[in-house]
């Protein structure tokens, strides 16, 4: 049977309306695209198209920040250029900063903050015992050895450079220091009678006295005073200043 134009026509459009109907249930049966190519938002993005922008590695939960930040005992914070530092450490440093700059104050030891005794040594003889306490309450130095002057003598009393001691003698409030004073010799030379004592205390630098000068009284109305007479430099003790 010969096919009539009409009828092939009415063919081609019923093969048409199949393939349509065919790519109409395969857009349904997906969800990705119509029948058009264009893509429905309302469905989930197909395995493979998810974002892969880096995600930074997780550095703990907030409970585990704070676990930690309660474990340590000293508080962290920044200083003036932005480093972190820790507050506790810092407290203690600067506490011994404070301490360094507060240290004790000490001064040169005078006659306005000490006490000074002259006693007779029994032994060894001819020799007297000064001692000089600090009065005050800071602590100071008893530098060299005192200058001596008996009545009005033109120049102190020698010192006896092998008394030299090892370091200054300090006082603290209450403490006390020593020096012995030989008055005179059998081979001694102008012997007199000393009836008063003045006592200048030597300058730091070693270039004459600082601060007014001391009068303590003698042991007796007089002391026999030579040319052998001569005095140690400051001691820490008694026994050390009647060796010479």
Not at 24 to 51: F, H, K, M, N, R
């Amino acid at each position: 049977m010969t096919a009539t134009p009409r009828s092939r026509r009415l063919r081609t459009l019923a093969a048409a309306l199949v393939t349509t109907a065919a790519l109409s249930l395969t857009a349904c049966q997906t969800g990705t695209a119509d029948a058009t190519g264009v893509v429905d938002s309302t469905q989930p993005p197909a395995p493979g198209t998810e974002s892969t922008e880096k995600q930074s590695p997780a550095t703990g939960t907030d409970s585990d920040t704070a676990g930690a930040s309660n474990d340590s005992g000293d508080s962290k914070g920044s200083d003036s250029s932005g480093n972190s530092v820790n507050s506790g450490s810092s407290g203690k440093e600067a506490t011994q900063v404070a301490d360094r700059k507060t240290a004790k104050k000490t001064t040169s030891c005078t006659a306005k903050g000490t006490k000074v005794t002259v006693t007779d040594a029994p032994r060894p003889i001819n020799h007297l015992l000064i001692k000089a306490t600090n009065t005050s309450d800071t602590t100071c130095h008893l530098y060299y050895a005192p200058y001596l002057r008996f009545d009005q003598a033109q120049s102190a009393v020698p010192f006896i450079e092998e008394s030299k001691p090892q370091a200054v003698v300090t006082l603290e409030p209450g403490e006390s220091g020593y020096a012995g004073v030989l008055t005179s010799t059998p081979d001694g030379s102008h012997p007199y009678d000393a009836t008063s004592l003045t006592l200048y205390y030597a300058a730091r630098s070693g270039q004459g006295s600082t601060g007014a000068p001391s009068h303590p009284a003698l042991p007796f109305d007089s002391v026999r005073i030579d040319s052998s007479n001569a005095v140690t430099y400051w001691q820490t003790s008694a026994a050390d200043a009647l060796m010479w």
